[in-house]
């Protein structure tokens, strides 16, 4: 079983950054890809980043592009979003995923492991 555990979510004015943490433990395998999706309120569930075990491959939404970083310490089994010029339509519950496949994250597939989430709100 693995357990990912994220951090870094808070309230933010408009404008502002944070960076997301998210650190896997347990049995996670040898190489993964891992990333972030995010939940407002009334919506469904979307994708924002998603980064490859070697970090040669980056994906993000549209809607993130220029504004959020996804990197990686694979050392420490942790990814990171830096999430700056943040906008109230930014705020969600954010969720880190793990899978085998960035691919799978990217398109939102069947995620492996997901995190409990960290609640990101931005004031305007």
């Known amino acids: 079983q693995v357990q990912l555990v994220e951090s870094g979510g808070g309230l933010v004015q408009a404008g502002g950054s944070l960076r997301l943490s998210c650190a896997a433990s347990g049995r996670t395998p040898s190489s993964y890809a891992m990333g972030w999706f995010r939940q407002a309120p009334g919506k469904e569930r979307e994708f924002v980043a998603a980064i490859s075990w070697g970090g040669g491959r980056t994906y993000y939404a549209d809607s993130v592009k220029g504004r959020f970083t996804i990197s990686r310490d694979n050392a420490k089994n942790t990814r990171y979003l830096q999430m700056n010029s943040l906008k109230p339509e930014d705020t969600a519950v954010y969720y880190c995923?793990?899978?085998?496949?960035?691919?799978?994250?990217?398109?939102?597939?069947?995620?492996?492991?997901w995190g409990q989430g960290t609640q990101v709100t931005v004031s305007s």
């Open positions: 995923a793990l899978d085998g496949s960035v691919f799978t994250l990217q398109i939102g597939g069947n995620v492996d492991y």
